[in-house]
């Protein structure tokens, strides 16, 4: 397959030799150039404050006032809880505390009438304590049947809906601050001795075909035994398209070297060839095969082999496919 696939470039190059360029193309020149030696990293977006509302008392989810995507400020409402149990509690509650604090009033009188004992006196207020703290326990469980925002921002996640049954612990919303975001991304352990000098990345977001410069960097002095790899943070500026959860791709910049690139997106790819369209002194086009290295500064791939400097090349391959089909 190897030496088809690179027969067919070698006379798809001799082919597209012979074709003059009808109309201008984008090229630029190759040259070597300082660029920033870097390390890719597959990262995950996640939100530097972020929490995850639970519910408290159990019942039935009546009211649902919030949604995902929504921006909400702290104490908006965004459920209710049926939460008669607790409320029946909470009644309950106060009838212990009434019974207990009139006991404990009537055992004050007769330990002053010296017809009860400092021992009976110290229980009735150690009854009379008990029931005032379950009071407040209940009447504290009935208001958590209102779910209010504990601070503002955008709903990531609800992640229950009106009619389900909501327990001690289950989580219903999960909202973040849009304002401060971060990556982590995962690194081998022996990338880490260059890790430690490294203060600059830049991150990539190809669903969004945007880059954009970390603002601070920090591994983290932990390693996973089983995977054996670290986790590294990096802070990015605001970003407001950026969503917790969403992949990214950790350019971490080690240094700089002279290196001869082309951009990535002016590389034709047919399996494990790539090759470029340069255009000759006299305009025509040639499909040059290229042995490429690793990917270097931002959006280029450096060249080993099959370009040199000075040549000129096409930086829309597609538009030179074209000019060529339409030659023939």
Do not use: C
Request: no cysteine; aromatic share 4%.
């Amino acid at each position: 397959m190897k030496s088809i696939a690179r027969s067919l470039i070698f006379a798809l190059a001799l082919a597209s030799t012979a074709i003059m360029a009808a109309d201008p193309l984008p090229v630029i020149t190759v040259k070597l150039h300082p660029v920033d030696l870097t390390f890719p990293a597959e990262s995950v977006v996640e939100a530097v404050q972020q929490t995850t509302i639970g519910a408290q008392v159990a019942g039935r989810v009546l009211e649902v006032r919030a949604d995902a995507g929504q921006r909400v400020s702290k104490g908006d409402l965004l459920m209710r809880i049926d939460a008669r149990e607790a409320s029946e509690a909470a009644r309950a509650a106060d009838a212990q505390y009434n019974v207990a604090k009139l006991n404990y009033e009537r055992h004050q009188q007769l330990k002053a009438q010296k017809f009860v004992s400092q021992a009976a006196l110290d229980k009735a207020k150690a009854d009379f304590d008990a029931a005032a703290a379950n009071r407040g326990a209940a009447g504290a469980s009935q208001s958590h049947a209102t779910i209010v925002a504990p601070m503002a921002g955008i709903v990531a996640r609800r992640h229950a809906e009106a009619g389900d049954m909501a327990m001690p612990g289950t989580p219903l919303f999960t909202i973040y601050q849009p304002g401060s975001l971060r990556v982590t991304a995962s690194v081998p352990q022996y990338r880490l001795a260059a890790m430690r000098g490294v203060t600059t990345a830049r991150v990539e977001f190809p669903e969004l075909g945007k880059w954009v410069e970390a603002t601070a960097v920090q591994v983290l002095p932990t390693a996973d035994a089983a995977t054996h790899v670290s986790q590294v943070r990096v802070t990015l500026p605001a970003l407001p398209d950026a969503t917790p959860g969403m992949f990214a791709r950790v350019h971490f910049v080690t240094g700089r070297a002279d290196k001869l690139t082309v951009p990535a997106s002016a590389v034709l790819r047919r399996g494990e060839v790539a090759a470029v369209y340069v255009q000759l002194p006299d305009n025509r086009l040639s499909l040059r095969q290229l042995r490429l290295g690793e990917a270097v500064g931002q959006g280029e791939i450096e060249v080993l082999a099959g370009l040199a400097a000075g040549d000129k090349v096409v930086t829309d391959p597609v538009k030179a496919a074209i000019q060529i089909q339409s030659g023939k």
